[in-house]
């Protein structure tokens, strides 16, 4: 299933997961996709890091089991800049081969320790590379208050705008706290002539230390009423939780009544979490 498709028909709810750290972990980690499937998500995308071809291997088969046994659209996150192109070649028909449909082409984070490839620098390289050799559905990154590397927010919006125009046909934005962000760069990208479907990345705040962790790496501002929350509940993991999703709630049924393409849950393999989010959310 194009991912693109299901915009037409529907607001879209997704999930992001990512592959259980060692192999004991396996048996939760599919526990909690048969929970997330209860769900209905539309699709659930799984992060790659951008380690290299071991770690696209195991991102590929999660994605073609979640796809084949769960029934669920799955969505293979690919980062090239550690990769070469024969590398990635292999790696497209791999996926091919798998049945899986739709690739979230990324740059992906830099490992330090590991050579940087010359061949995908930049997302739109590796989708260039994917339109002209494979019809793949693609997917990019899009980020509201700007890339943290980006020289300014207007030039980071003519980047994505480039993106979109060599390829990418649905874009999942990066997390952020406060939709007044996300509002601003819709309004920025449908104005530079973006018009593909863009899905609003809500990350749940249930842990004090990821989520500062996050806030950091990311540069995404934190609003008052975050803040105030820290401070309220930052020494109370339990209380901390329950603010957290009610932060996530509030912030999707905003954006829903606004009337975004979709959501996009980075529920970090939380399906408790996801559970709890979606029985409130409404618009779908
Ligand atoms: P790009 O689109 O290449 O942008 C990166 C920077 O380069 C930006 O500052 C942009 O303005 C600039 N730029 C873009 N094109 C050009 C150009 N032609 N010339 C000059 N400058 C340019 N990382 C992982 O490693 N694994 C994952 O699984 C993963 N999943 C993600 C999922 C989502 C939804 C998001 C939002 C991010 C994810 N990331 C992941 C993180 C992502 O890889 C990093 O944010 C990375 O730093 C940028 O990736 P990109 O694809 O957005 O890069």
Redesign the pocket.
């Known amino acids: 299933m194009n991912i693109s498709e299901i915009f037409k028909k529907k607001k879209v709810l997704s999930f992001?997961v990512?592959p259980p750290k060692d192999n004991t972990s396996y048996n939760t980690f599919y526990n909690s996709i048969s929970a997330l499937k209860k769900l209905n998500p539309d699709f659930i995308?799984?992060?790659?890091?951008?380690?290299g071809s071991e770690?696209t291997e195991v991102?590929l088969e999660i994605a073609k089991k979640i796809q084949t046994e769960y029934e669920i659209p799955a969505l293979v996150?690919?980062?090239?800049?550690h990769l070469t192109k024969r590398e990635v070649s292999i790696k497209l028909q791999e996926i091919w081969d798998s049945g899986i449909r739709n690739i979230?082409?990324?740059?992906?984070?830099?490992?330090p320790g590991i050579e940087i490839q010359k061949d995908f620098?930049?997302?739109?390289?590796?989708i260039y590379h994917i339109k002209s050799s494979s019809p793949f559905h693609i997917?990019?990154?899009?980020?509201p208050e700007?890339?943290?590397?980006?020289?300014s927010f207007n030039?980071?919006i003519?980047?994505?705008h480039?993106?979109v125009n060599i390829g990418a046909e649905h874009l999942?934005?990066?997390?952020f706290l406060d939709n007044v962000h996300f509002y601003k760069f819709l309004e920025a990208a449908h104005k530079i002539g973006i018009s593909v479907p863009i899905?609003a990345?809500i990350i749940p705040i249930v842990n004090k230390k990821k989520i500062l962790k996050m806030v950091n790496l990311?540069k995404v501002s934190v609003p008052k009423a975050v803040e105030i929350m820290i401070e309220k509940y930052g020494n109370d993991p339990v209380s901390f939780r329950s603010a957290g999703i009610e932060y996530a709630i509030y912030q999707g049924n905003e954006l829903l009544k606004e009337g975004v393409d979709g959501i996009?849950l980075?529920i970090l393999n939380d399906a408790d979490t996801a559970e709890k989010i979606c029985k409130e959310l409404s618009g779908y």
């Open positions: 992001e990512f995308s799984i992060t790659c890091g951008a380690g770690k991102t996150h690919l980062p090239g800049i979230l082409a990324l740059r992906g984070d830099k490992v620098l930049h997302a739109s390289d590796l997917s990019g990154a899009c980020y700007g890339h943290q590397e980006a020289k030039e980071d003519k980047y994505l480039h993106k999942i934005s990066q997390l899905e990345g990311c996009h980075y």
